[in-house]
Each structure stands twice: as C-alpha cells, then as structure tokens.
C-alpha cells in the first residue's frame, strides 16, 4: 500500500515530529511511505520557543517532502493535488491542534483517497478563539479516527458524528537510545552520584503544573533527604515565578534546572539519571513523555488530569494523584519509603507491553479497511 502521513517531521523538533517519523518508520516495513510537511509550521504569535527546528540530521530511509505552509492557503491546495497527483491509496493526519484545521482539512478534502486521522488533542490545553471551528472544519476531511486515549475520544464526540472511531494508546518512544546505569548518566551530566534524583522533563509551560511540584518539593517532609529535582526542559513561559517558588521554599541547592530543548542524542541522559518522574499536570490529554519513560523502564507520579491515568496504572508504574502540591509530596515520599521497587520494575516491563508500534498499526490498517 502507499501510505502519506501529513503533519511535522524534520526539520522540524519536538514529540509531534518524533511520533510521525517513528509511525512512517513502522509502517515502512510493509508499505511505501511518505511523509508531507510544512514550510512554515507556527507562525511567530504561536510559538514562544527559542526554535522550531533541530539541529539533528534527517531520520534515515524515510522520504520527507516539505509543501505546506501553515498560513498559505494556495500552499494547502498545491499540497493536496502533489498527494492526489502521486496516487496514495491512505492519507494519515495527525491532528494536534485547532489552528491547524483549515490547512489540514483542506489537504485532506484534496488528496483522493481515504483520510484517517492520528489525534493528539481536538481542543488544545490553552485554547483560543476559533478552536471550535477550525478542529469541526478538518474533521470533516477525515473519514476515521484514532485517538490516543478514552479523553481524547471523548472530545472527539461531539466533532464527528458517526464516523469511526478507535483507541489506540500513544507507543513507546523507542528511539532516544538505551538504558544505562544511573551513575553514568549523572556523571555524563555532572551531577553528583550519591543523590536519589526527581526528574521533570519537556517543554515548561504553565498548564503543566511545574510549580506545583516546586511547592511540593518545598514540603519540610523532604528537608533532610538526599533527594534533588532535575528540571529539564526549554521554558515556553515566562521563568521568573517558578524561580520565585524556588527562592521562597529555599530550594536552589536541591533544585538544577537544565532550561534548553533537550536534543534527541541527550535525552537518555537524562532518564537514565533519575530515579522517578513526575509530571504534575493540571490539564493534559496524554504525553509523550510517558512513553519515554516508559522506554527506559522509569516509574512516574501523574496527576489524575486527561489522559494520564489510562497510561499510568496506580501501583503498577507508579502512583496517580489530584494536581495539588501536597498530594504530590505524598506520593514521593510513598515511592522512596514504601514501595517495592523491585517489584513495581516488574509491572513497568508488563505494561510497557501495550504500548507496541505494531499495536497501534494494526489499528490503523483495520480502521482504514472499514
């Protein structure tokens, strides 16, 4: 079959692009894939990043074609005829956010074959005017949905009518390289290797809850432990309040933040260092960074917000809890004092299981046969 997956990839950075090269990868075993991106993807007032590209080189066997421009309508007809042109037997969208409905759905009412779309979010975590048109427009270009956790699915409703629908949980990120042992990666990153390490990795932003974690980081429960916080990740908002909840928790010795996108090559670092990550969401759908862990076997605390939960089973791979600081505090000092380790390593490598690229293929194929 020949297969166009249509939304970012390189040059572009980031989980989105990671996805959609990685699904083109997997599909690639069987199929003839190629991959449509954009010329322009964010325009300047949607991105507050520092860049939108990546430094790496392009992923290997993969042919990326750059023809749409976020913001360029003739871009979106142009694109949707060199697809229909090329004679693709299923288009694949992965849809992330509302203000790419009418380029993409206009590329999908154009490409001449069927249209199944991969949706991460329907409804952003920081919505604007227009969501609501713009995501009911491109569900109208799709003739099948696939979403990556029962929150999704559940937004998803009330855009799509009675068109197919299915769940397929996001797979692992597999391709940030190989567990090694802690020690390792602390030294590799010049931290000290007698300290038991937290880890909050990805793009800061404010709905992700990083300074609840500060606040519960500043719990007195944690001030003689040999515990510190590794914060790694590009800030997307302003850096002053979270330093702020530092200086007043007197945090600064027990707290190293890493602000910079972490390229590809130097996120195992990073997870083989720490001992436990959390993610203190106040809003979220599912995460990316889930799968990571998941990759490197980690155990994580998540709040209970969105999607989270679906991926995270309380006890298994960690614990879940409400997006409040002391509930977090909680259940780190339950992981260090009360948890089997062992044990729940265990359960990490069982769960990991479910969430096979395979898996989420197979749902894609029977979704797109009817």
């Known amino acids: 079959m020949k297969i166009a997956i249509i939304g970012t ?11 959609n090269e990685r699904l083109a990868t997997e599909l690639a075993k069987e199929h003839e894939v190629s991959i449509f991106t954009f010329t322009l993807q964010y325009p300047g007032f949607l991105f507050p990043g ?39 037997d299923l288009a694949i969208i992965c849809f992330w956010l509302p203000f790419m409905g009418p380029a993409l759905g206009t590329v999908g009412r154009l490409v001449g074959c069927p249209v ?40 998803l409703k009330r855009f799509i009518g009675d068109k197919p629908s299915v769940i397929s949980p996001h797979p692992v990120y597999d ?27 990805g793009l800061i932003r404010d709905y992700k809850g990083l300074d609840l974690l500060l606040e519960a980081f500043g719990d007195e429960r944690f001030n ?70 998941y990759h490197f076997e980690k155990p994580m605390i998540v709040t209970d917000v969105g999607g989270l939960a679906e991926m995270c089973p ?21 992981y260090f004092d009360a948890t089997n380790r062992a044990a729940m390593q265990v359960m990490i490598r069982e769960e990991k299981r479910r969430y096979d690229w395979g898996i989420m293929v197979e749902a894609l194929l029977k979704l797109a046969a009817g």
Do not use: M
């Not at 309380?314 to 509930?327: H, I, S």
């Open 116 to 155: 199944i779309s991969v949706v991460h979010n329907i409804i952003p975590h920081e919505p604007r005017p227009g969501d609501v048109a713009f995501a009911r427009y491109y569900c109208g270009a799709s003739d099948g949905f696939l979403s990556l956790t029962d929150a999704v699915a559940e937004d």
């Open 224 to 293: 003689d432990r040999n515990l510190h916080l590794l914060v790694a990740g590009e800030f997307y908002t302003s850096r002053a309040p979270y330093d702020a909840i530092i200086e007043k928790n007197g945090l600064a010795d027990r707290v190293t933040i890493i602000a910079k996108f972490i390229p590809d090559d130097e996120v195992a670092d990073y997870f083989n260092a720490a001992d436990l990550l959390v993610q203190p969401y106040k809003t979220a759908t599912q995460s990316g960074v889930t799968q990571i862990a």
């Open 314 to 334: 309380d006890g298994r791979v960690g614990y879940v809890v409400e997006p409040e600081p002391v509930a977090i505090a909680d259940a780190i000092i339950r």
């Open 50 to 88: 520092k860049s939108q590209y990546t430094d790496g080189p392009a992923p290997t066997g993969l042919r990326i074609v750059r023809n749409i421009s976020s913001v360029n309508p003739l871009s979106w007809y142009l694109a949707g005829r060199q697809i229909e042109k090329e004679g693709f």
């Open 9 to 19: 990839a390189h040059p572009y950075r980031g989980g989105l692009a990671a996805f």
């Open 175 to 201: 391709h940030f390289g190989e567990r090694t042992d802690r020690e390792t990666a602390l030294t590799k990153l010049g931290l000290p290797t007698d300290k038991e390490y937290l880890l909050f990795f």
